[in-house]
């Protein structure tokens, strides 16, 4: 079963799926956020995804910020389109672990949410 990762932004929305086994992450494109939901349904649909993780953005003292209602709303609609199970995942620094990770210019939305779906696939593996 794949999964599908998402470092979600108001303006951008990172994307990563997994492999086949769901041990992997790896990056897969940044779409605007008014097309997510739709691209999302999308890949989920052509890749047989199986669940959907979106990082939970927190402050460092492990607070809420302002982001969190409108990722929730979010949670909300990728759940009502495709009707996948959607976890949140603590997405802490994944933003500044991806520019150590991708030495290109440009936006790294998508890695940070390959690091966000790693984290996730490493903390619930099946044995």
């Not at 302002?66 to 009707?83: C, N, P, Q, R």
Request: charged residues 25%; hydrophobic residues 40%; contains cysteine.
């Amino acid at each position: 079963m794949r999964y599908v990762g998402i470092d979600f932004g108001t303006k951008r929305i990172g994307i990563a799926i997994s492999d086949e086994e769901g041990s992997f992450a790896f990056p897969k494109m940044i779409v605007k956020a008014e097309e997510a939901v739709a691209e999302i349904a999308g890949l989920c649909q052509q890749e047989s995804v199986g669940t959907i993780v979106i990082g939970k953005s927190v402050a460092s003292n492990g607070a809420e910020n302002d982001i969190v209602a409108l990722a929730e709303s979010f949670k909300e609609k990728i759940h009502g389109v495709t009707g996948l199970p959607v976890y949140f995942q603590e997405e802490g620094f994944s933003t500044v672990e991806a520019h150590r990770y991708q030495v290109d210019a440009g936006n790294r939305d998508d890695s940070a949410a390959a690091i966000i779906l790693q984290r996730y696939l490493d903390t619930h593996k099946v044995q």
